[in-house]
T-cell receptor, first 115, second 114 residues
Framework: DQQVKQNSPSLSVQEGRISILNCDYT??????FLWYKKYPAEGPTFLIS?????DKNEDGRFTVFLNKSAKHLSLHIVPSQPGDSAVYFC??????????????FGQGTILTVHP | DSGVTQTPKHLITATGQRVTLRCSPR?????VYWYQQSLDQGLQFLIQ???????AKGNILERFSAQQFPDLHSELNLSSLELGDSALYFC?????????????FGPGTRLLVL
């Protein structure tokens, strides 16, 4: 049962343009969402998060949007840079603020930014 | 650098053997999580420890066990290893805020079972 889904295995974007990575979830109890970036042979690196009480969070070139009614979140990267090329994972957790915050990950989207 | 350290970086062993993976969380973090990433799977949650106690279990095999020590470092023990146990094993430690809990991952241990 895939509770967090990233339906696009890969995305290719030109440098300077916007990258939009999408994620859908099925469990309405998830209340905290995170995006991680991962290079081969390295651990996931935390990028940005959003709690369910918000619909947008911005940090520099990265913005995460949450649509709770659609159970959908997206990560926007503007402008995209070649160094952004990596695998991006969305993740979700239940009951934020407790110690039961195990993450459920999507399968990842490979982003390639072409110079 | 996330501040989470894992050793060893690479491990090659044979089927039937036992190995121990080590994780040191970020300073001050009480929670440690273990995840497995196989070639054909995403990141799968294995187990969580909080301040020395087991808090949650995920898809962890009975051949696998973990513990967290008083200094908060954690070890993941994998025994009777099978070829299918070859994977990347990550640990993460977490920090809590009003909005939620953010996990920071170590660089991982790549296990190859031959």
């Amino acid at each position: 049962d895939q509770q967090v889904k990233q339906n696009s295995p890969s995305l290719s974007v030109q440098e300077g343009r916007i990258s939009i990575l999408n994620c859908d979830y099925t469990n309405s109890m998830f209340d905290y969402f995170l995006w991680y970036k991962k290079y081969p042979a390295e651990g996931p690196t935390f990028l940005i998060s959003i709690s369910s009480i918000k619909d947008k969070n911005e940090d520099g070139r990265f913005t995460v949007f949450l649509n709770k009614s659609a159970k959908h979140l997206s990560l926007h990267i503007v402008p995209s840079q070649p160094g952004d090329s990596a695998v991006y994972f969305c993740a979700a957790s239940l009951a934020g603020g407790t110690s039961y915050g195990k993450l459920t990950f999507g399968q990842g989207t490979i982003l390639t930014v072409h110079p | 650098d996330s501040g989470v350290t894992q050793t060893p970086k690479h491990l090659i062993t044979a089927t039937g053997q036992r190995v121990t993976l080590r994780c040191s969380p970020r300073s001050g973090d009480l929670s440690v999580y273990w995840y497995q990433q196989s070639l054909d799977q995403g990141l799968q949650f294995l187990i969580q420890y909080y301040n020395g106690e087991e808090r949650a279990k995920g898809n962890i095999l009975e051949r696998f066990s973990a513990q967290q020590f008083p200094d908060l470092h954690s070890e993941l023990n994998l025994s009777s290893l099978e070829l299918g146990d070859s994977a990347l094993y990550f640990c993460a430690s977490s920090v809590y805020s009003q909005k939620g809990e953010t996990q920071y991952f170590g660089p991982g241990t790549r296990l190859l079972v031959l």
